[in-house]
């Protein structure tokens, strides 16, 4: 209230409270209108006609891009409920998302807070972080190619230095071709995040860590106790960025590498959902599936947010 | 400090206008992807009835430089645009695996090529039935090309209402090649029978060597697990397998019974099912592998000492089997000539072309070059010009047995074709039942 | 203040932290991690097969450039690289232009239409692209541009728009409200305020939403696959086809590819980190 109050020119004649309220509101809305209408059109554009497009395929039989789209709905909802693969591919999605959230972002945060301290060395040691994701998919599957083949980087590394028993053809067991694809999401997660964090700490007022370590407080504690209760927010845009990334993005590891195999161990909803488009030519299935993850992404957004800003009061 | 930045911003704006405005204006020329460029005789000539425009042929195909046919498919382009010089060839080079997907997002805006070099499996075999390419029964007979292409040629590229879909043009044998020197290190001949083959894997392995090493992890393993059920079965047989799902069957039952026995026997190579093609290739290469299962693409790959030890032939023959050789696979399924509606247009150039380049000279060039085997009758080879696997896969002592692309359901082609199954066929440790239950579901599923 | 205090200040002060020891294991051990793959890479390309696959970690014999310069001449990519160059500095302007006055809307000013907008645009993400793809195609083969490399430029905001969106707009909830006040008093309006304040302030926040875009942008596939034809390949599109050009896989060849491609990235990286110092230095803990 006191910011409406100064903005208004001295000159002008003084209306009274309500009615000025209610002007400053009105004019607020039409600023943000047009501020926010080109990227709202877009977005429109862009967006919600896809998502109508997403519902409208998944009613329907599309075989080929080439061929004519027949309805079939509701048998691409059946066809979802009594598919084998999709708890599987639910179930491989699931582990991705632990593995590829809890085993990134607290690891990344601790990165992260020691990078932001600027140690000697901190600004090579941000860069070496950060390169991973710099790295193009086709570079990624071929390094990682390189690495898990049976007579690869890994195998040998093993072999030298006598774990001989460990070896094993990573990308073609069932037991471990998942582990390995979320070693790779690990890999680059871990830099990629840490340098963000380390972005968004170097944001905290030094007195802080000060006032902390004259009370006799460790790095540790203070990266705990100071650190991360103030990234709260942050660490929900975070999770959100990777959440969604494994989601929809991991995908492209799955299909240079091992398509969703052996068997089914790699299936993830993602790839399930590419290779139901573009591999099996089942395009209306396709946004079936696009449907499910659609809402899963929603719901656990949602839930994201909710908790985030509860925490953070 | 501020104004600065907004003029930064301002000039990349510009920058970018203009180096986009330059980006985008590259003038429609023909411009292979070779380095040899080719420079089109533009000069039309003024007859009363030439055109006074070049007619542009746009072609997409998948032959770039590195590509065995690519340099006389560039040749052909070359001599074609001499000969005719009212026609100027755009060819553009894509991704073998992109193009069915570029055609019909085109296709559906009319934006397509004229023509479109691409193999029959997989989505192209919806293109006739779609409308986004022409049949070309009635262009094979008035363009004079009636009676030249081999009969197991066209049958291929005939649907089953008698249509055809497109000119053949690219065949392939896929025998399994030996490494002599491998054998005679083990002290065993080359096997013919299953038996021989166990025998011969055990040798191998106790002279240092590995026996049969296939690409387990990716679609072009799944070949060799077919080409081996196919050992076992009957044509009419493996087409209710492969082609049906009937994997209840005692003679598919036993098909895959005889895979796993071999895989236990240890006839294929360590970590078989963890290898992608260029690591089999080059493990192959190597010259400690005593059999692979390579197409004829790969004929001009092999270095040169190892190319005088390579024997080709087919897959050693089971107890019982139907076949009177060892079988292989061979096909003209690998590249055909589509001619889309947009080439429709353009018929008199779309003819002059297709008659240059199935001229049997002309055909020639891509036999000797890149041992391609043609898809006409008579083609003029000159022996001495001709690569000399090439020359031994036309009297390999095989037996061709059929080609499982042209009857698998096409969703089920589409997930055999990942090699996720196939490389659990491989993996040790599977079962019989394992494999048949996945091939069952599978089947089921993609009904 | 008591012995016991004045001990604890001294060694924190003074003997080596286990934090900061733990902290540099960790951060050389992962570095080292980073480091020989893309060691393994840059070796590669000058190798040739048999030697990536049975020796991949030694040094190559000899600096043999060849594999580079095929590279560049199968595929033209620096030709593809300029051009996805371009793609992406004007889809990132244009996602900025877009973005900022709508994130600033929506973290300053504290409307319903705000919460309902930033709700509209979180859904944005999880939209899979490839629904759109034929609309898409049809709209730009009707506008004309098709290949044409302008339509990639105005295609990929769309898709950078709701990170954009919630990163900047989180980062702007963050900063003090005096700012604008202090602007208002001056007699600003909006758009000045937006520009000559917020702008600067938000460096951090800009340059991490430009790098994130710019990595999407340029590993960007299928619409590029789409809408542009041999002449505009982007850079992803020409090493694929350096990949699939060959039946028996040069590895040295992509290796050689991968690196060319992989040059402006690090060197945009390398830029804007500096960027990400001085813009934090002026202005964010000033005022």
Not at chain 2, 84 to 94: A, G, L
Request: glycine share 6%.
């Amino acid at each position: 209230m006191a910011a409406a109050n100064r903005a208004i020119p001295a000159d002008k004649e003084v209306y009274s409270n309500a009615m000025y309220h209610r002007r400053i509101v009105h004019r607020r809305q039409i600023t943000f209108c047009l501020l926010a209408f080109p990227a709202l059109l877009w977005f429109l554009a862009f967006m919600l006609w896809p998502l109508l497009n997403m519902l409208y395929i998944s009613t329907t039989q599309w075989d080929g891009l080439a061929l004519p789209q027949i309805s079939n709905f509701p048998d691409n909802f059946i066809r979802l409920y009594y598919d084998p693969n999709i708890p599987i591919a639910l179930r491989n999605t699931g582990i991705h998302l632990l593995f590829g959230i809890l085993g990134v972002l607290p690891f990344a945060f601790m990165l992260g807070f020691f990078l932001s301290l600027h140690k000697p060395g901190y600004r090579i040691l941000r860069t070496i972080f950060f390169s991973p994701s710099l790295i193009s998919v086709a570079a990624l599957a071929m390094i990682f190619l390189g690495l898990y083949r049976p007579a690869g980087m890994l195998n040998s590394f093993l072999n030298t230095v006598g774990l001989s028993s460990l070896t094993r053809v990573w990308l073609g067991n069932q037991s471990t071709a998942l582990a390995a694809l979320i070693a790779i999401d690990i890999w680059s997660g871990i830099g990629f995040y840490s340098v963000l964090f380390f972005a968004a700490l170097t944001n905290i007022p030094e007195e802080l860590y000060e006032a902390a370590m004259l009370d006799g407080a460790g790095y540790w504690t203070i990266m705990w106790k100071i650190a991360f209760p103030l990234m709260l927010d942050f660490f929900g845009v975070v999770i959100i960025l990777q959440f969604l990334y494994i989601l929809s993005g991991a995908a492209q590891i799955v299909i240079l590498l091992t398509n969703g195999g052996p068997g089914t161990s790699t299936l993830t909803l993602g790839y399930y959902l590419y290779s139901q488009a573009f591999l099996i030519q089942r395009m209306g299935y396709s946004q079936a599936i696009a449907i499910v993850l659609f809402s899963i992404g929603i719901l656990v957004i949602l839930l994201i947010r909710h908790i985030s800003s509860r925490l953070s009061y | 400090m501020n104004n600065r930045r907004i003029s930064m911003m301002i000039a990349l704006l510009v920058v970018t206008s203009m180096a986009l405005s330059a980006c985008g204006g590259t003038p429609a020329t023909a411009s292979p992807a070779t380095s040899a460029p080719v420079e089109p005789t533009s000069a039309p000539v003024q007859a009363t009835t030439a055109p006074a425009e070049p007619v542009t042929l746009t072609i997409w195909h998948n032959w770039g430089p590195d590509d065995a046919k690519g340099p006389p498919l560039q040749s052909i382009f070359k001599d074609f645009m001499a000969a005719n010089p009212d026609i100027v060839i755009k060819d553009e080079v894509y991704v073998d695996a992109d193009i069915p997907l570029k055609v019909e997002t085109a296709s559906a805006a009319k934006q397509e090529p004229d023509l479109v070099f691409v193999q029959r499996v997989g989505s192209p075999q919806t293109w006739t039935e779609a409308g986004i390419a022409l049949p070309v029964n009635d262009l094979i007979k008035e363009w004079g090309l009636d009676g030249l292409f081999k009969e197991a040629a066209l049958k291929e590229y005939t649907l089953p209402d008698g249509k055809i879909q497109a000119f053949p043009l690219e065949g392939y044998t896929w025998p399994i090649w030996y490494n002599t020197s491998v054998f005679e290190k083990a002290g065993v001949p080359i096997p013919t029978t299953t038996d021989e083959l166990i025998a011969a894997a055990k040798a191998i392995r106790a002279a240092g060597d590995q026996p049969i090493i296939a690409s387990g992890s990716d679609g072009m393993g799944l070949y060799l697990f077919t080409l081996v059920l196919q050992s076992l079965l009957p044509d009419e047989e493996a087409k209710k397998c492969l082609g049906n799902g009937e994997w209840t069957l005692p003679s598919c039952i036993s098909a895959v019974e005889l895979f796993v026995q071999l895989r236990d026997a240890g006839v294929f190579a360590d970590n078989v099912e963890g290898l992608d093609f260029a690591t089999a290739n080059e493990n192959y290469f190597a010259g400690n592998v005593g059999m692979s299962h390579f197409g004829a693409w790969s004929f001009a790959d092999p270095p040169k000492d190892l190319q005088s030890k390579i024997q080709l032939g087919g897959f050693p023959l089971p107890a019982g089997s139907p076949h009177r050789a060892p079988v292989i696979y061979s096909s003209f399924s690998a590249k055909g000539v589509w001619v889309t509606p947009n080439g429709g247009a353009k018929m008199d150039a779309v003819k002059k072309f297709i008659q240059f380049l199935y001229k049997p000279e002309n055909l020639a060039r891509f036999v000797e070059q890149a041992g391609m085997t043609p898809p006409l009758k008579d083609v003029p080879i000159d022996a001495s010009k001709l690569n000399p696997l090439f020359v031994q896969s036309l009297t390999m002592p095989v037996e061709i047995a059929m080609t499982p692309d042209d009857y698998y359901p096409p969703k089920v082609q589409a997930e055999l074709g990942t090699g996720k199954l196939s490389q659990l066929a491989f993996t040790p440790g599977t079962t019989a039942e394992q494999i048949l239950a996945d091939l069952t579901a599978l089947y089921e599923a993609n009904k | 203040m008591s012995t016991r205090h004045s001990q604890i200040t001294q060694k924190a002060r003074n003997s080596p932290d286990g934090f900061v020891i733990g902290g540099y294991f960790f951060s050389i051990l992962y570095a080292f991690l980073i480091i020989i793959p893309l060691y393994f890479v840059v070796i590669s390309a000058f190798k040739n097969n048999s030697q990536i696959i049975t020796t991949p970690l030694a040094l190559p014999s000899a600096l043999d450039f060849n594999k580079f310069l095929q590279a560049q001449s199968n595929v033209n990519l620096l030709r593809a690289m300029l051009i996805s160059v371009v793609v992406a500095i004007g889809a990132e302007i244009l996602t900025l232009v877009l973005a900022f006055p709508a994130a600033y809307a929506i973290a300053r000013m504290q409307t319903r239409l705000a919460s309902l907008t930033e709700a509209i645009f979180s859904l944005g993400f999880l939209i899979p692209s490839l629904a759109i793809l034929m609309p898409v195609y049809l709209m730009t083969a009707k506008a004309g541009l098709l290949y044409h490399p302008i339509a990639l430029v105005i295609l990929y905001p769309a898709f950078s728009l709701p990170l954009s969106l919630i990163l900047l707009t989180s980062f702007m909830r963050k900063l003090p409200r005096e700012l604008e006040e202090s602007a208002v008093m001056d007699g600003g309006n909006v758009l000045q305020i937006i520009i000559y304040i917020f702008f600067p302030i938000c460096m951090p926040g800009i340059l991490t939403v430009l790098v994130l875009n710019f990595i999407n942008i340029w590993n960007e596939y299928l619409f590029a696959l789409i809408l542009m034809d041999s002449n505009n390949r982007t850079v992803q599109l020409a090493l694929a086809l350096l990949r699939a050009n060959q039946r028996s896989v040069d590895y040295g060849l992509i290796a050689a590819g991968v690196l060319i491609s992989m040059i402006p990235v690090f060197i945009i990286f390398i830029f804007f980190q500096d960027r990400i110092m001085s813009g934090m230095l002026t202005g964010a803990i000033k005022e």
